[in-house]
C-alpha cells in the first residue's frame, strides 16, 4: 500500500460502525470493527490502513453490505491517482 493522505474523521468511523452493527450484524464483521476503532484513535498510522484493507478482503461477500453502509471504507482503501 503506497503512502496515502486521506482524511480519516473518528465521527464518520463511528457513525459508519453503528450502520454496521445495525444492519449487517454479523460476527465476521468483528476483525474489521476492530481495526476501523483503532484507526480512529490512531489516523496516521499506515499500518492500519493495511490491516483495514486485509480485514476487507476477507469479508467475501458482506463487502458490498460493508460499502453500502460504511462508504467511507471505499476512500480510506483507494490510492490517490494524482500521489507522487
Given at each position: ?69 460504511a462508504p467511507l ?10 500521489a507522487d
Amino acid at each position: 500500500m503506497t503512502e496515502t493522505d486521506h482524511r480519516i474523521d473518528a465521527a464518520q468511523i463511528e457513525e459508519s460502525l453503528l450502520m454496521l452493527e445495525q444492519y449487517v450484524a454479523s460476527e465476521k464483521l468483528a476483525p474489521l470493527a476492530a481495526v476501523l476503532r483503532e484507526l480512529a484513535e490512531k489516523p496516521h498510522d499506515d499500518a492500519l490502513l493495511a490491516r483495514l484493507s486485509e480485514a476487507f478482503e476477507s469479508l467475501g461477500v458482506l463487502q458490498g453490505a460493508v460499502l453500502t453502509y460504511a462508504p467511507l471504507i471505499t476512500g480510506l482503501l483507494s490510492d490517490d491517482p494524482f500521489a507522487d
